[in-house]
C-alpha cells in the first residue's frame, strides 16, 4: 500500500500469492491478506468519515434524509412545505424534525437551523 496525500494504492492477494511470488515486496508497495484489508478499509473509512465530517453531519449523526429535511429548514419551509417537497407525510416530516432537534440538542427550529450553519453542516 502506498499513501500520498489523499490518494491510496494497494492490491488485494491470497497467502498463495504472497508465497509464490519472489520479490513480492519490490514488484508493489504492500501486500495484505483479504480478512486483513477488509478490517483496514473498514476503519480507514472510519477515519476519513471522521476527518472530513468532523464538524459537519457526520459528527451529529444525521442521516441523509435528515440532511435534505435540514437544508429545507434553513431555506425557511415549514413542516408542510417539507413533507410536500420531499413527498412524505406532514407527521414524516415532524418526526425528521424532530430526529434533528435531538441529534444537534437544541429545542426549537432557529436554534437548529443556526447551530446547523455555525458547525458547517449545512451550507448556505
Same mark, same amino acid.
Given at each position: 500500500m502506498?499513501?500520498? @496525500?489523499? *490518494?491510496?494504492? /494497494?492490491?488485494? &492477494?491470497?497467502?498463495?500469492?504472497?508465497? *509464490?511470488? *519472489?520479490?513480492?515486496?519490490?514488484?508493489?508497495?504492500?501486500y495484505m491478506e483479504i480478512r486483513i484489508t477488509r478490517e483496514f478499509f473498514k476503519n480507514f473509512f472510519k477515519l476519513k468519515r471522521l476527518r472530513f465530517t468532523?464538524?459537519?453531519? @457526520? /459528527? /451529529?449523526?444525521?442521516?441523509?434524509?435528515?440532511?435534505? &429535511?435540514?437544508?429545507?429548514? &434553513?431555506? @425557511?419551509?415549514n413542516n408542510n412545505q417539507i413533507a410536500k417537497d420531499l413527498h412524505v407525510s406532514v407527521c414524516t416530516a415532524k418526526a425528521h424534525v424532530s430526529n434533528i432537534y435531538t441529534k444537534l440538542s437544541v429545542k426549537s427550529r432557529i436554534k437548529a437551523v443556526v447551530k446547523a450553519i455555525k458547525n458547517k453542516i449545512v451550507n448556505i
Amino acid at each position: 500500500m502506498e499513501i500520498n @496525500g489523499d *490518494n491510496i494504492r /494497494f492490491s488485494i &492477494v491470497d497467502k498463495k500469492t504472497i508465497a *509464490n511470488e *519472489n520479490d513480492a515486496e519490490s514488484k508493489l508497495p504492500c501486500y495484505m491478506e483479504i480478512r486483513i484489508t477488509r478490517e483496514f478499509f473498514k476503519n480507514f473509512f472510519k477515519l476519513k468519515r471522521l476527518r472530513f465530517t468532523s464538524n459537519t453531519s @457526520g /459528527f /451529529f449523526n444525521i442521516t441523509e434524509r435528515e440532511m435534505q &429535511v435540514l437544508n429545507r429548514m &434553513v431555506n @425557511g419551509m415549514n413542516n408542510n412545505q417539507i413533507a410536500k417537497d420531499l413527498h412524505v407525510s406532514v407527521c414524516t416530516a415532524k418526526a425528521h424534525v424532530s430526529n434533528i432537534y435531538t441529534k444537534l440538542s437544541v429545542k426549537s427550529r432557529i436554534k437548529a437551523v443556526v447551530k446547523a450553519i455555525k458547525n458547517k453542516i449545512v451550507n448556505i
